[in-house]
């Protein structure tokens, strides 16, 4: 079983930056994934950016290429997720995930292929 607690969201006005972070407690698997997803009010969750627990390969949606950052710290078991350049666009909650068996879905970011997720914390961008 695994536990994942966000922290880290907030407001903040367009072209900010924001830091979420993820703490994982409980059984890890060396071939896990972990990976952010964000849901916006009336549209499906969307995958982020996912992240290989031990070979931190990592892995991005286009629309946030080239301005978040996942990371992770297998000491401290936990998962970053670095955003900059922030747009309305942005706004959700987003969501932490553990895909235990990793795989390709999981690299391809299919909720689906995600076993363990976070309560969430809301990002919100202001024009």
């Not at 978040?68 to 900059?84: C, G, P, Y």
């Amino acid at each position: 079983q695994v536990e994942l607690v966000e922290s880290g969201g907030g407001s903040v006005q367009a072209g900010g930056s924001l830091r979420l972070s993820c703490a994982a407690s409980g059984r890890t698997w060396t071939n896990s994934f972990m990976g952010w997803f964000r849901q916006a009010p009336g549209k499906d969750r969307e995958f982020v950016a996912a992240i290989g627990w031990s070979t931190g390969s990592t892995y991005y949606a286009d629309s946030v290429k080239g301005r978040f950052t996942i990371s992770r710290d297998n000491a401290k078991n936990t998962v970053a997720l670095q955003m900059n350049s922030l747009s309305p666009e942005d706004t959700a909650v987003y969501h932490c995930a553990c895909a235990a068996g990793g795989g390709l879905l999981a690299r391809r970011g299919r909720p689906s292929a995600y076993d363990y997720w976070g309560q969430g914390t809301q990002v919100t961008v202001s024009s």
